[in-house]
């Protein structure tokens, strides 16, 4: 059983940036691959991005076309924590971020759907003012 807990949300302006970071617990994190997911009020939950749980120093990384470009997914299985770095943010990514992990088979496996994955974390709420 593996617990998630988000942090690094907040109010920003539009181009600012945020590092969000998603601490696990209560497995072994580096057979999980991890997703972070966005959902807006009114709005479906949706992923922004998904990264494999590894092999070594090397791992994969998918990007919405969204975000592609401004935000960056990493992972330090060695602190049990995954980041998303948001660069040159705006309006439209206000939203509450999630981090959700499931156990894989390979390295490189990313999973881009929610119901891929079993655990998910509480939620950050992120802001961008215009």
């Known amino acids: 059983q593996v617990q998630l807990v988000e942090s690094g949300g907040g109010l920003v302006q539009a181009g600012g940036s945020l590092r969000l970071s998603c601490a696990a617990s209560g497995g072994t994190f580096s057979r999980y691959a991890v997703g972070w997911f966005r959902q807006a009020p009114g709005k479906e939950r949706e992923v922004v991005a998904a990264i494999s749980r590894g092999g070594g120093s090397t791992y994969y990384t998918y990007y919405s076309d969204s975000v592609k470009g401004r935000f960056t997914a990493s992972r330090d299985n060695a602190k049990n924590t995954v980041y998303l770095q948001m660069n040159t943010l705006n309006p439209e990514d206000t939203a509450v971020y999630y981090c959700?992990?499931?156990?894989?088979?390979?390295?490189?496996?990313?999973?881009?759907?929610?119901?891929?994955?079993?655990?998910w974390g509480q939620g950050t709420q992120v802001t961008v003012s215009s």
């Open positions: 959700a992990a499931v156990e894989a088979n390979n390295s490189y496996y990313t999973a881009r759907h929610h119901r891929e994955y079993d655990y």
